[in-house]
């Protein structure tokens, strides 16, 4: 079907409001993993879901992160109290166990 | 911990030049070694990949041989075309297709 599906593709919100990011992986892919792409910092690993696992976290730059998977489907990246610094690309990922992983077009954060 | 460093860009290059992107890396073990690209305006994308010591991924043109004793994955193309005009990423796995540590991406310029 289609592809690694991601909404908002920009959303502009102000200091210390709560944003919620939105993941529709390819149907039937049990690994979906977040990833966020700022400049000066490339590509960083944020967060895995494999299966029922429990999900990797290691990624989280902040107890201000976190995010859920409901059904083994749709996952939501949650940013509480958001700061100027989290402004940045929210990349998603999906990918059946041990395959390679098919992205997203993203999320554009802004942060004023 | 694992990291990735990739030649700073942008690389501009001429129609029908040689490329080459410069990749080294640091890593536990032996990871598996992959080149993403991303289009302007599109998500990333797969381009090539090698999972062991002398293994050479190609696409498009594309190669990449992983280098083991020089800790290298370099990507080169005999002659680049203006549509290969991106950002490409020089990225790691610790085990197969899981979680990926990322370069800060390298953007190159093709111009007719």
């Known amino acids: 079907g289609a592809g690694v599906s991601q909404s908002p593709s920009n959303k502009v919100t102000e200091k210390g409001k709560d944003v919620e990011l939105r993941c529709d992986p390819i149907?039937?892919?049990?690994?979906l993993y977040w990833y966020r792409q700022s400049l000066g910092q490339g590509l960083e690993f944020l967060i895995y879901?494999?299966?029922?696992?429990?999900?990797?976290k290691s990624g989280l730059p902040s107890d201000r992160f976190s995010a859920e998977r409901t059904g083994g489907s749709v996952s939501t990246l949650t940013i509480q109290r958001t700061q100027q610094e989290d402004s940045a690309v929210y990349l998603c990922?999906?990918?059946?166990?041990?395959?390679?992983?098919?992205f997203g077009q993203g999320t554009r954060l802004t942060v004023v | 911990g694992d990291s990735v460093t990739q030649m700073e860009g942008p690389v501009t290059l001429s129609e029908e030049a040689f490329l080459t992107i410069n990749c080294t890396y640091t890593?536990?073990?032996?990871?598996?070694l992959f080149w993403y690209v991303q289009y302007p305006g599109e998500g990333l994308q797969l381009l090539l990949k090698?999972?062991?010591?002398?293994d050479k991924g190609s696409n498009k043109g594309f190669e990449a041989t992983y280098r083991k004793e020089t800790t290298s994955f370099h990507l080169e193309k005999g002659s680049v075309q203006v549509s290969d005009s991106a950002v490409y990423f020089c990225?790691?796995?610790?085990?197969?297709?899981?979680?990926?540590?990322f370069g800060k991406g390298t953007m190159l310029l093709v111009s007719p």
């Open positions: 990922a999906s990918s059946r166990q041990g395959l390679e992983a098919f």
């Open positions: 149907s039937g892919h049990t690994a």
């Open positions: 879901f494999q299966g029922n696992s429990a999900p990797d």
């Open positions: 990225a790691l796995s610790d085990s197969g297709y899981s979680t990926l540590t």
């Open positions: 890593a536990t073990g032996y990871p598996s």
């Open positions: 090698a999972t062991k010591a002398d």
